[in-house]
């Protein structure tokens, strides 16, 4: 698996079906490549399908400064 870094905002509709709406952040094009890699192979991302308790539950990635997250 690869570190996608990405950030698949919380365009539900336009990603009916792989993005639920509970989305995080702006979409950025590595966000864009891995929904089209979802669409590709029918796959879903599921931290965004039920809501987070917890902040930091809605990325999978943080840089050290803790300014910066995204989705592996």
Known sequence: MENFN???G???D???GILG???YGEENGRGER???FCTTNNLMVMNTVFKQKK????WTWQSPDGETQGIW
Request: with cysteine.
């Open 6 to 8: 990405a950030k698949v």
């Open 10 to 12: 919380r365009d539900c």
């Open 14 to 16: 336009t990603w009916k």
């Open 21 to 23: 709406q509970f989305g």
């Open 34 to 36: 891995l929904l089209q």
């Open 55 to 58: 902040q930091n539950r809605k």
